[in-house]
């Protein structure tokens, strides 16, 4: 009888909540759904998702980290379907301390004829993958899919490590509700972060729980001198203390995609749950997390880090034939950095550590970024520099954080002189001193000197590139445009210069300059400081057709011609994102124009100076100066700032197509 | 036998090493083979020896120049292998611009990976290659491999010029037949080019120079020299096939690929034939069940074994719901089967670029299934692999082309439908309204037919921000353009799609002074540039022609005066024709404009004629009107 009472209430129960999150209770309501809250651009959104992380005692092999997922998708449209393919990572490097999934199962679900239709995913339609050595993948893509199915699937990953996954408590499709629980036993102690950059802030709240787990180990017992040994099973049941990390979250938002975004993830909602400490019963305290202080150190002390900086033997004859007659600081780090970047190519793998060591990166000429950056360092101090290595976090890598090891994936080195501190990477072939590649210009750096002391140092560059054009043109009796140019590019421009035609022919630069207008054509192309660091000087002639209007007996022209596009680059109405420009830029252009025989001003656009706002961050100008026979023009756009934050993007926008729409006002020439 | 011909093969091999040293200098490679080329193919011996309908070994060795970085990719020292391949021996010897041999990289320092493409969900195909990181250029690679292949369907072919600016300073192919089974052999594009035919089964090319790429021209493989081989009877991963000439080749796909794949669980028959009971023709129940298969699956591309070419049983597809083109190819053949029409599975090359079926040599051809419906004299193709295009649409993609059809009786090679120049229409129609500073409001109408209803009628399927964003892209010469509301009407009977767009923006037109220059072509300028050639090389190819039609009513406000238009313009070429007018009447202006491009292969001497045709129309869309304040 009393068992017929709870059935019936447990049916009662049911009923009540239209939404079960137990794997297989999917509701009809649920797949009757056809927008999510009404908005149609959703085409699938996760209805609910728990991740469930907790350490299990497992006699033998101590606690073990075992996390659950169980996620249930809704499909609204076909764009939606790939929301059901899903690729499982885990690290397996077929040894010992290999991570497992299983109990994976999934199933989806359709709505025919009033009744729920279940298809489960066969085992064959799960794909095993060896990504490579240490990774492997479990793929899947789900059965049966229509629209507005729902699919639902769980796995248990089993990890012999304490190390956990960030959470991502945000994914680039909506959540409708998010169960999220971290346990760990009394013994290990994590410390919690949240992404403080993303737009969806989570509430996350702590609790304490305690646990009867039952201990059984072995332990070996000698039996004398006879070298035989005993192996005794000791069991014990205890209470053990669990913190709790949860969060049970609704209506998540999706993150959202835009361009000009360095590392979307970087501005995704997530957890990080990093190890603080272990505790065990009477003994003391092992510290695990740590300072940044402490990281520099000890990726100093590894002896791929820093017992590589004093190797010295295999390349000393060549570095002292090289700097031989050379007294000048300067020129020793010239030098340096040009043998080496001849000499030792980067091999495209990242990392702080020196793989095989530098000896070996040297001999075979390739080897990883933190081989080359080393290995300049060494050289360096070689030669009586004051070099270090300096720890850096790539843009793929993001900003980590708190203090880890993993916060840092890429090692520069820098030389502090006087003067100040020049910033070196022999791993990239166009990047010169102070100029990074782009990858690295990201967050912070931290220099490590000699001892294991460190500090945070800026990479972003404080120097303004410049772009610099001088351009004549003559207005020609057929209406056609003939005139020379000369660029001048520096700093993070000339690096992006190099990169874009460093031993391209003269010929395929020419059709990338004639691109920029459909009748333009360039001749005497001449290019300098291609292979060393001062700044590009460019020039070329060139000769427009339809480069003007000419409407009844009047001209009109565009003065700027080809130089700047017309079309604005930001389409874009807001931004949920800044926009990176990875450096303070200005470009300036001046230009003469020849006013043709026969021809006099009828018209000339009005000088304009405009300030994005009153601190300084951008300004453009436009000066304008006629004479009988010519024209002179002179426009500059500065911006001293590496990035446009997201809440100022539409005053840029605007201020920014204002300036386009400057530039395409028309100066009018009249017949005489 | 075996071993002894493998040991005077390998003896051969040190000999032809020791006498060639300078093949591994990169400093006296002749200046024509150097012009406009990225790599050289200094040597590149391939020696196919058939053992016997299922066995076959490809021995070759490659040496290549790397000029640049860009030359990378032509080093070519990798090999795909499955559970049908064994590679035997894989070696690779990089050295320095003088010869000095300065890496050598045995086969376990080859990596390893799936050989996955992007879309393909699963693949048991794998690759090994080389992972070299050049330290300076330029570099020769020597590459050494030898394969020994259970499967014998696909011969490599030789292709002794083996892409745009890549030069060629010897190549030979020679197939050892040791079977006794008839292998047949086509060479093509030899004109002009410097090989040489030893014997029926034997070819070397010496000093072919490199290749640029241009616009507008024909497919790679059209003009370039190639033999293809194949053999008679040969052995698909483990199934043996038969290929005397396409019908038998075709009969065997049919036999042994198709048959035993068709059936189809009795709930899904018993569902295609009621929903087509009531439909009269043959060809409407093929529609019926054509929509039917496009709202149960998706494409999802899973390739294990034979499935390079073997369909995914049609019980598979029904249940999973997706699978491959192959996979949705045949289920709907099966379906078609079961409601009483009759279809044929269709082999053949896909893409934008339209490419033959090899009609005069039947081998393992194509990339590509769809299925054909034979309609009276003439054909329907159906694309099954897209659950959103209409019934019988295959512009784009697989029109107008030769593919190989699978009938009961045997294949047979038939010519797609192909979509004609004025059929391939775009009519855009606006009323607009001009405002005294220069901006504008306008609800714009776009129809698309023929190829191009397959360019517009994807943006349906974008989100509502992503379809703002299309026009502005769209209409990129236009800044700050507001997208205020789009509608759209796909009518998939006709194959019609209808866009209807309300935009604004603020500032359209350019001040000079107090005067507005105004582009009267609102929303249509071509922006077709072809690139220019000091010297032509190729024919020039359009595969496909279109005509544009546009027609915009413009309201200026009466505090605006037209002070000057255009006159008319005409501009009639072989390639096509451009006409483009404006009239004033009272407060409107009325802009029209008409664009025609011809599909055809034209010579190469045309082509600058060509170029000046879109010249001429580029300008022309950019004439301006001159508008002043009163």
Known sequence: MRKLITIVLFVIVQISFAQNFKFGKVSKEELQETSYMSNEDVNAAVLYREEYITFEFVSDKGFIQKKNVFERIKIYSR????????????????????????????????????????????????????????????????????????????????????????????QIIPIKKLDFRFEAPEYYNYKKYINPQAIYLPSISDEEISKSITFSSREEAGMGGSGTTRSQKQVSKESVRYKVVKANLVN????????????????????????????????PIKQLSTTWEAVASTIYENEAFGGQLDKTSFYKDEVDALITNSSDNFEKVGLIFNFLKSKVKWNGFVGIYS???????????????????????????????????????????????????????YVISAIELPEGLILLDASSTFSSPNILPTRALNWKGRMIKEGGTSTWINLLSSNTSEHKVFMNYTINNDLTVSGKIRDQFTDHYAYKFRSKFF?????????????????????????????????????????????????????????????VSEESPFKQEIRSYPIDFNHPFINEYMINISIPEGYKVENLPENKAVKLDDNNVSMFSYLLNASEKSIQLKVSFNFNYSAVPAAEYPTFRQYYNSYIEKLSEKIVLKKL | MNKITFLIFSFLFLQVYSQEGPLYQSLIISDELKENANAVIRLNEIYITIESYDKMIYSNKRVVTVLNERGSSKVGAYVGYDNNTTVKKLQALVYDVNGKEIKKFKKRDFLDESAV??????????????????????????????????????????????????????????LDNKSNIELKIKASNFDGFNIIKDSRLSYSAKRLKAINSES????????????????????????????????????????????????????????????????????????????????????????????????????????????????????????????????????????????DIDRDFSATQGNHAILCLPNNDDYIWLECTSQTVPFGYTANFTDDRDVLIIKPEGGEIVHTKKYESIGNKQITTSKIY???????????????????????????????????????????????????????????????????????????????????????????????????????????????????????????????????????????????????????????????REFLVNEGLYQKEEYEAFREFLLQVAKNDNLKIVLKLK
């Open chain 1, 79 to 170: 764009d939606g379907f790939k929301n059901a393919t899903k690729s499982l990572k885990y690290y397996d490097s077929d040894s010992r301390n290999s991570e497992t999934i299983s109990g994976l199962k999934a199933v989806t679900y359709n709505l025919e004829n009033g009744k729920i239709q279940k298809t489960k995913l066969k085992s064959n339609g799960i794909f095993k993958e060896k990504k490579n050595k240490y990774w492997k993948t479990q793929k899947f893509t789900m059965p049966n899919l229509k629209e507005g199915c729902i699919v639902e699937y769980e796995y248990t990953l089993t990890s012999p490590f304490l190390g956990v996954d960030e959470v991502y408590l945000q």
């Open chain 1, 252 to 283: 998540i938002p999706a993150l959202k995609e835009e361009p000009m975004v360095s590392n979307i993830n970087d501005y995704r909602s997530k957890l990080v749950l990093e190890i603080d400490f272990l505790k065990y019963p009477n003994k």
């Open chain 1, 355 to 409: 793989e095989n060591g530098v000896r070996k990166a040297y001999n075979s000429q390739t080897g990883s970024n933190a081989d080359i950056n080393l290995l300049l360092t060494s050289m360096l101090r070689y030669a009586g520099l004051n070099a270090n290595p300096v720890l850096v976090s790539t843009k793929e890598n993001g900003v980590p954080l708190f203090p880890t090891r993993d916060g840092f994936d």
């Open chain 1, 503 to 563: 031993n391209v022919s003269e010929e395929s630069i020419i059709d990338v300059l004639q691109e920029k207008s459909p009748e333009l054509m360039v001749s005497d192309l001449d290019i300098k400081n291609m292979s060393n660091y001062k700044p590009i000087l460019q020039s070329y002639n060139f000769t427009l057709n339809n480069a003007l209007d000419k409407i009844g007996d009047d001209i009109y022209i565009s003065p700027m011609l080809f130089l």
């Open chain 2, 117 to 174: 493409s992007g879309g393909t969900l699963y693949s048991d195909s794998r690759v090994k290659y080389l992972n070299y990181i050049p330290i300076k250029y330029p570099y020769t690679v020597e590459f050494y491999t030898e394969v020994e292949y259970r499967s014998t369907a696909f011969i490599p072919n030789w292709e002794p010029l083996e892409g745009f600016y890549v030069s060629t300073e010897n190549s030979s192919y020679i």
């Open chain 2, 216 to 355: 507008y021209s024909p497919n790679f493989e059209e003009y370039v020299p190639n033999v293809k081989a194949a053999l008679v009877d040969f052995n698909m991963e483990g199934v043996r096939g038969s290929n005397t000439n396409w019908k038998d080749f075709g009969r065997w796909i049919n036999e042994s690929l198709l048959a035993d794949t068709q059936n189809i669980p009795e709930s899904v028959k018993q569902e295609v034939v009621a929903l087509t009971k009531d439909a009269e023709t043959a060809l409407e129940k093929a529609k019926i069940v054509y929509e039917y298969m496009q709202s149960k699956t998706r494409y999802i591309s899973v390739q294990i074994g034979i499935g390079g070419w073997k369909p995914m049983l049609a019980k598979d597809v029904s249940k999973l719901g997706y699978s491959d083109c192959k996979g949705l190819t045949n289920f709907t053949k099966a379906l078609l089967k079961e409601v009483g029409v009759e279809s044929y599975y269709t082999v053949l090359y896909a893409g934008d670029n339209i490419r």
């Open chain 2, 434 to 592: 001009f405002t005294e500073t220069g901006g504008f409001k306008a609800k714009v109408s776009i129809e698309s037919y023929g190829s191009q209803y397959g360019q517009h009628e994807r943006i349906q399927r974008k989100s509502k921000k992503d379809q703002k964003m299309h026009y502005k892209n769209y209409w990129n010469h236009i800044n700050n353009l507001d997208v205020n509301l789009v509608t759209f009407e796909n009518d998939k009977n006709a194959i019609v799609f209808s866009e209807a767009i309300d935009v604004e923006v603020e500032k359209y037109a350019s001040n000079a002074g107090d005067r507005l220059l105004l582009n009267p072509n609102f929303f249509n300028i071509s922006e077709i540039i072809p690139k220019e050639y000091s010297y032509r090389t190729l024919p020039i190819k359009i595969d496909r022609g279109f005509l544009d039609i546009d027609e915009y009513e413009i309201d200026i406000p009466e505090s605006l005066i037209v002070e000057s238009l255009f006159k008319p313009i005409r501009v009639s070429t072989q390639f096509g024709d451009y006409s483009c007018s404006i009239t004033h009447e009272n407060n409107k202006l009325i802009y029209k």
